[in-house]
């Protein structure tokens, strides 16, 4: 039978139906940048102290030492979370003494905020922090809420493959849509925490099966030259534009209801996009639905000015089609023999420690120095140029060395920041930005370097098994730039520690490029040690020019 795309190749690469299904398809990513890390914003911690009620019982001089000072990053500030003892303070001021003269402020008992906080409005109007207070003994429910919302994003991941192999890839892609824009305007309405972090993990939960499905539907649908492009530039490139305009936005508005409803609203335009993206005439085949497909393929050709053959799949090809059966792999053959035991221990490490480093600088933004707009917008503009020397890489150089100098350039400037004094806090900035750039650029790569590791018989399952990873470090980032309340460089250091350990890891992986695509456990290229893959094993596959094109299409 003929290869789907040798069948469709009248179609062409750039016509218009290439075109817009790649714009529209792209432009339908671009909320996933709104929402994946609107959390930024929307639980930002602002500056707090105790509140200390006016009712007139305390005089100015008491009010102004009601808060204790305690040292933060090697400078004196107001306690967060204590206030002195009220009580002993109205006694004192009715008695006429003077804090520092009469009386020893630092020897007066404390106690906790009582009667609430009182907050800097300077850069939020308010959050869901603000709103429900969760700071001091709360403050352990501000990472939960992002780490739930990833938690979602893992469960997605579960069920969104399922889904789109069962019902197809348009339903699942329009139906995930309204889950995360239904579920986000509910939260606009949310009443306490317990109700915004439950519907943000549903949340979570459609806008990782949105990505994925819009994912998978161009892939299939386009073109081998399309096709490259849209899932490493397109796909990525207009995440990143989603992730631009959230501080843009948030910037005027600094209400987190009105807010996230501004972010919710723009979900709504993809609504006629139903009328215009088709199913995936791959998906109508695997189906047995042939006059569907060869509608949508005779559509296509039709906008593309194109007269499409009488006949597009033969008779003979589509009994072929029917007969195919294949062996059933589980996931217990990702660990059937050392050398992909080892590949999936790898593989798993780095995405997960690559994740974790990728969404821990994302939501830390907000706690360096400087305004948290400008270092939100820095730290999504970066990722252009990142996914651009990403793809520039993945053409022309090693996959192993690729890989291991982005992370390595990721790790060590995130380690060079607790060497920077205090008062250059914009060098800082700039080695968080160089790190974010490293990181990303990583993350890119490793996408289509899991590919090709991977025989073909496995490899969804092997990149099914490295996204989990990755989606557990995402649950795990939170409580990294959790750590900065501690110490603001202590995130900074374990973040590059592991970047740096996990790209020396990367070292000890075979490399891939140049190499075929292994089809079976046997033919996959081995770790060192190892006998080493010979290169002619299927050299006619290379005659036929599918290698490159199937790594990249792996993504």
Same mark, same amino acid.
């Given at each position: 039978m003929r290869d789907y795309d040798e069948a469709t190749s009248f179609l062409g *690469?750039? +016509? #218009?139906?290439?075109? $817009? =299904?790649?714009? /529209?398809l792209s432009a339908s990513i671009i909320p996933n940048g709104f929402t994946g890390l609107s959390a930024v914003f929307l639980a930002a911690t602002p500056e707090h102290r105790c509140l200390v009620p006016d009712n007139g019982t305390l005089s100015l001089a008491w009010r102004n030492v009601s808060i204790p000072w305690e040292e933060r990053d090697g400078q004196q500030v107001e306690s967060r979370c204590w206030r002195y003892r009220l009580e002993t303070l109205r006694t004192?001021? %009715?008695l006429g003494l003077v #804090? +520092? !003269?009469d009386v020893n402020v630092s020897g007066i008992q404390r106690e906790r905020c009582l009667d609430g906080w009182e907050y800097s409005r300077d850069i939020y109007h308010s959050t869901i922090v603000t709103e429900w207070d969760l700071i001091c003994d709360n403050d352990w429910k501000g990472p939960l809420t992002t780490s739930l919302f990833f938690l979602g994003v893992l469960l997605g991941s579960f069920v969104s493959g399922q889904m789109s192999d069962r019902f197809g890839r348009k339903k699942v892609l329009f139906f995930t849509m309204a889950v995360q824009t239904g579920f986000s305007l509910v939260q606009v309405f949310s009443i306490n925490w317990e109700m915004f972090t439950v519907l943000f993990l549903i949340v979570g939960m459609g806008q990782i099966s949105n990505y994925v499905a819009a994912f998978i539907l161009g892939a299939e649908i386009l073109g081998k030259s399309v096709r490259i492009i849209f899932s490493t530039l397109g796909v990525c490139i207009f995440y990143a534009v989603g992730y631009m305009l959230l #501080? /843009? =936005? %948030?910037?005027?508005i600094r209400d987190w209801r009105i807010l996230l409803l501004s972010l919710t609203v723009p979900g709504l335009f993809c609504i006629p996009l139903w009328w215009i993206i088709p199913e995936s005439p791959r998906w109508l085949l695997s189906q047995g639905r !042939?006059?569907? %497909?060869? *509608?949508i393929i005779r559509r296509a050709a039709k906008k593309n000015g194109i007269t499409a053959p009488e006949i597009i799949f033969s008779v003979s090809e589509l009994e072929d089609l029917k007969r195919q059966s294949h062996k059933t792999y589980t996931f217990y053959d990702l660990l059937r023999t050392r050398n992909i035991r080892i590949i999936t221990f790898l593989s798993i490490l780095l995405w997960m420690v690559i994740s974790v480093g990728y969404f821990g600088l994302s939501l830390n933004t907000p706690n360096l120095h400087g305004d948290p707009y400008v270092n939100c917008f820095l730290s999504a503009i970066i990722e252009v140029p990142a996914y651009i020397i990403a793809w520039v890489l993945l053409r022309k150089f090693a996959r192993r060395y690729s890989t291991a100098s982005t992370l390595f350039l990721g790790g060590v400037v995130l380690l060079f920041i607790q060497l920077v004094p205090q008062e250059l806090n914009i060098l800082s900035i700039v080695l968080v930005m160089l790190g974010k750039f490293g990181i990303t650029s990583a993350f890119s790569i490793v996408y289509v370097y899991t590919a090709e590791l991977y025989p $073909? !018989? !496995?490899r969804n399952m092997g990149l099914g098994a490295s996204s989990m990873a990755s989606r557990l470090g995402s649950i795990l980032s939170p409580y990294f730039v959790y750590l900065g309340a501690y110490d603001r460089h202590l995130p900074f250091v374990l973040m590059g520690s592991l970047t740096v350990l996990v790209g020396i890891f990367t070292l000890f992986l075979p490399e891939t490029y140049g190499m075929p695509l292994p089809d079976t456990i046997e033919e996959m290229l081995r770790i060192n040690g190892f006998t080493k893959y010979k290169r002619g094993v299927r050299h006619s596959r290379q005659k036929n020019g599918n290698v490159r094109e199937l790594s990249n299409t792996a993504l």
């Amino acid at each position: 039978m003929r290869d789907y795309d040798e069948a469709t190749s009248f179609l062409g *690469d750039w +016509g #218009p139906f290439q075109l $817009t =299904i790649f714009f /529209l398809l792209s432009a339908s990513i671009i909320p996933n940048g709104f929402t994946g890390l609107s959390a930024v914003f929307l639980a930002a911690t602002p500056e707090h102290r105790c509140l200390v009620p006016d009712n007139g019982t305390l005089s100015l001089a008491w009010r102004n030492v009601s808060i204790p000072w305690e040292e933060r990053d090697g400078q004196q500030v107001e306690s967060r979370c204590w206030r002195y003892r009220l009580e002993t303070l109205r006694t004192y001021s %009715a008695l006429g003494l003077v #804090p +520092g !003269v009469d009386v020893n402020v630092s020897g007066i008992q404390r106690e906790r905020c009582l009667d609430g906080w009182e907050y800097s409005r300077d850069i939020y109007h308010s959050t869901i922090v603000t709103e429900w207070d969760l700071i001091c003994d709360n403050d352990w429910k501000g990472p939960l809420t992002t780490s739930l919302f990833f938690l979602g994003v893992l469960l997605g991941s579960f069920v969104s493959g399922q889904m789109s192999d069962r019902f197809g890839r348009k339903k699942v892609l329009f139906f995930t849509m309204a889950v995360q824009t239904g579920f986000s305007l509910v939260q606009v309405f949310s009443i306490n925490w317990e109700m915004f972090t439950v519907l943000f993990l549903i949340v979570g939960m459609g806008q990782i099966s949105n990505y994925v499905a819009a994912f998978i539907l161009g892939a299939e649908i386009l073109g081998k030259s399309v096709r490259i492009i849209f899932s490493t530039l397109g796909v990525c490139i207009f995440y990143a534009v989603g992730y631009m305009l959230l #501080p /843009l =936005i %948030a910037f005027f508005i600094r209400d987190w209801r009105i807010l996230l409803l501004s972010l919710t609203v723009p979900g709504l335009f993809c609504i006629p996009l139903w009328w215009i993206i088709p199913e995936s005439p791959r998906w109508l085949l695997s189906q047995g639905r !042939v006059n569907e %497909a060869e *509608d949508i393929i005779r559509r296509a050709a039709k906008k593309n000015g194109i007269t499409a053959p009488e006949i597009i799949f033969s008779v003979s090809e589509l009994e072929d089609l029917k007969r195919q059966s294949h062996k059933t792999y589980t996931f217990y053959d990702l660990l059937r023999t050392r050398n992909i035991r080892i590949i999936t221990f790898l593989s798993i490490l780095l995405w997960m420690v690559i994740s974790v480093g990728y969404f821990g600088l994302s939501l830390n933004t907000p706690n360096l120095h400087g305004d948290p707009y400008v270092n939100c917008f820095l730290s999504a503009i970066i990722e252009v140029p990142a996914y651009i020397i990403a793809w520039v890489l993945l053409r022309k150089f090693a996959r192993r060395y690729s890989t291991a100098s982005t992370l390595f350039l990721g790790g060590v400037v995130l380690l060079f920041i607790q060497l920077v004094p205090q008062e250059l806090n914009i060098l800082s900035i700039v080695l968080v930005m160089l790190g974010k750039f490293g990181i990303t650029s990583a993350f890119s790569i490793v996408y289509v370097y899991t590919a090709e590791l991977y025989p $073909t !018989v !496995v490899r969804n399952m092997g990149l099914g098994a490295s996204s989990m990873a990755s989606r557990l470090g995402s649950i795990l980032s939170p409580y990294f730039v959790y750590l900065g309340a501690y110490d603001r460089h202590l995130p900074f250091v374990l973040m590059g520690s592991l970047t740096v350990l996990v790209g020396i890891f990367t070292l000890f992986l075979p490399e891939t490029y140049g190499m075929p695509l292994p089809d079976t456990i046997e033919e996959m290229l081995r770790i060192n040690g190892f006998t080493k893959y010979k290169r002619g094993v299927r050299h006619s596959r290379q005659k036929n020019g599918n290698v490159r094109e199937l790594s990249n299409t792996a993504l």
